[in-house]
């Protein structure tokens, strides 16, 4: 069955710095990958998704994540946050049209 | 494109009352739903995937008595909580999926936040 793993359960940040949140999965063939971001009381919005290809996916928002095999690992950068980048951050590997979520991330950026 | 409607956002009933909450796909046709379940600080949980037309697939520990799905049309899904009691609060979240799209992404709803006094 497939998993996936955020390590980083609160990061905190300052406004103008960059990021990366880390996503490590766990399935036995080519996954599809995904990070959502989710505010309080709310859905989830889509930011990028890998399903072939460039391993490089771009995303809204300005962030990006890199899909690496080697290390199963899919993380999502931004260069610089913005207070509003403040959010819960989850990534997701689907298989068998199920989603499986990590546990997610909660990002605080300070000023 | 691609939105997905919830209704209602948020509803509090009494113990032992019913509840349903309806998830729209507003602009496609959604073959699959999905209906999630997410505790404070915690991630989401699907709790069943519904095809329209069939009987709703649900996962191992969720009580298909007591939360009850019906996908009767390519545009709507309802969960129907019955019986609800305190432990069942929870923020409920739907998705939708074309099954078009690689990976057969999902559109999420906005949620609803049920409170059972």
């Known amino acids: 069955a497939q998993s996936v793993t955020q390590p980083d359960i609160h990061i905190t940040v300052s406004e103008g710095a960059s990021l990366e949140l880390r996503c490590n999965y766990s399935?036995?063939?080519?996954?599809?990958l995904f990070w959502y971001v989710q505010s309080p009381g709310q859905g989830l919005q889509l930011l990028l998704k890998y399903f072939s290809g460039d391993t490089l996916v771009q995303g809204i928002k300005g962030f990006e994540a890199e899909f690496k095999r080697s290390q199963s690992s899919f993380n999502l950068r931004k260069p610089s946050v913005h207070w509003s980048d403040a959010a819960e951050y989850f990534c997701?590997?689907?298989?068998?049209?199920?989603?499986?979520f990590g546990t997610g991330t909660r990002l605080t950026i300070i000023p | 494109g691609a939105v997905v409607s919830q209704h209602p956002s948020r509803v509090i009933c009494k113990s032992g009352t019913s509840v349903k909450i309806e998830c729209r796909s507003l602009?496609?046709?959604?073959?699959?739903m999905f209906w999630y379940r997410q505790f404070p600080k915690q991630s989401l949980m699907l709790m069943a995937t519904s095809n329209e037309g069939s009987k709703a697939t649900y996962e191992q520990g969720v009580e298909k008595d007591k939360f009850l799905i019906n996908h009767a049309s390519l545009t709507l899904s309802t969960l129907t909580v019955t019986s609800a009691h305190p432990e069942d609060s929870s923020f409920y979240i739907c998705?939708?999926?074309?099954?078009?799209?690689?990976?057969?992404?999902?559109?999420f709803g906005p949620g609803t936040r049920l409170t059972v006094l």
């Open positions: 997701a590997v689907a298989a068998n049209e199920k989603l499986t």
């Open positions: 998705s939708a999926s074309t099954g078009l799209t690689g990976g057969n992404e999902q559109f």
């Open positions: 602009d496609f046709q959604a073959t699959t």
């Open positions: 399935y036995g063939a080519t996954p599809y």
